[in-house]
């Protein structure tokens, strides 16, 4: 029997990312020292009471059954969180849970559009917001960012016609992989945008608590007006480490909320109970003097790669927020992807290229902070002695 996989698999066809790591496999077989720099998984370890609770709540047999839905303890902890920590007042219908941000924007665009609908995503952008809308077969029209304008849309500069045809818009700041915040001013903007236009909003706030320089960290729904136009993604993997286990938290519009409830309980029977309950932990714990901490660790990450870099010559600006750092290419490289295999393969450091984050992206590369300081020296070391700035 011949198998003939869809034609919109082509799409998916393996990228850099994977290119990326056969060629780290074939430079440390042959005893080369590599800095990975390209994927954003934390490298700190979640708080030892959250692993603490998620392990006897293992052990308790009744917790393996289905869970269908949200524990109401964990929705009432959700709401206690944004009160503390945003002064953001939710109901219980306006929190649900997803298997992860990258899950849940996978699926979020399903009950809210129809086919061939227009979404508005940001160009440079996450991948996902992408290939969600491109599941929901919407026509995904690009808003531009550039670095002259702070990575801010413009939104006059929107034509009309897309602006009236719209019905989603996709933003996140702090962003990855541009690595700014975005002024009050900008958001208020947003809302005033969206009520004109009626187009929902979706806002990604996986990085607020990862904020530099005495930046607060904040969220979409402070402001006025934020809950009748949209919803925000939280998560708990850069905040708590709690990566692996998969759990975020879509909050805001309760119409929103609810249409995706709907939507899910047809693909999903609930997380795991002791995930629950280790989000439980983490959510009202006392750990706000240890999240701090953190941030200013990854902080220190940042002054060693862009302060290091600057020194020999390469200028990548001071990331504002997130756990990365995002800059221009060295002059003489055609693309951002050839810059990223030279740069391996001369020096073991690894970084994704900016085109794997849209058209806009290309010319930039982004280094995710998940190596300490001394290490990223030695990196940074290794980049001068290579000798290609000399190129």
Known sequence: MRIEIAEKMKGFEAGIFQILNEKKIEMQEKGKKVYNFSI?????????HIIETVSK?????????????????????????????????????????????????????????????????????????SMGAFIAQANQWFYPLYEDSNYLPDFKAIPDNIKKAAKVMVVSYPANPICVTAPDSFYEELIAFAKENEIMIIHDNAYSDIVYDGRP??????????????????????????????????????????????????????????????????????????????????????????????????????????????????????????????????????????????????GYVRFALVLPPETIKEAVEAIRLSGIFEK
């Open 40 to 48: 954003g998984t934390p490298d700190f370890e979640p708080f030892p």
């Open 217 to 362: 960290g904040k969220s979409f729904l402070s402001f006025p007006g934020a809950k009748e136009v949209g919803v925000e993604f939280y998560s708990l993997s850069k905040t708590f480490n709690y990566t692996g286990a998969r759990m975020s938290f879509v909050v805001g519009n309760a119409e929103m909320i609810q249409a995706f409830q709907t939507f899910r309980s047809q693909i999903d029977y609930g997380i795991f109970y002791p995930i629950q309950m280790g989000a439980i932990d983490a959510l009202t714990g006392d750990y706000e003097e240890e999240i701090h901490k953190q941030c200013l660790e990854y902080q220190k990450r940042r002054d060693a790669l862009c302060e290091g870099l600057t020194e020999i010559g390469w200028k990548v600006p001071k990331s504002e927020g997130t756990m990365f750092a995002w800059g221009r290419i060295p002059e003489g490289y055609d693309s951002s992807e050839a810059f990223v295999m030279d740069l391996l393969e001369k020096t073991g450091v690894i970084c994704t290229p900016g085109s794997s984050f849209g058209s806009l992206g290309e």
């Open 57 to 129: 709540a293992c052990m308790i047999p009744e917790n393996y059954k289905y869970s269908v839905k949200d524990m109401d303890e964990l929705v009432e902890a959700v709401v206690s969180r944004y009160q503390k920590r945003y002064g953001v007042e939710l109901e219980k219908n306006e929190v649900m849970s997803v298997y992860g941000s990258q899950e849940g924007m996978a699926h979020i665009f399903q009950p809210l559009i129809n086919p061939n609908d227009i979404v508005l995503l940001p160009n440079p952008g996450y991948p996902i917001f």
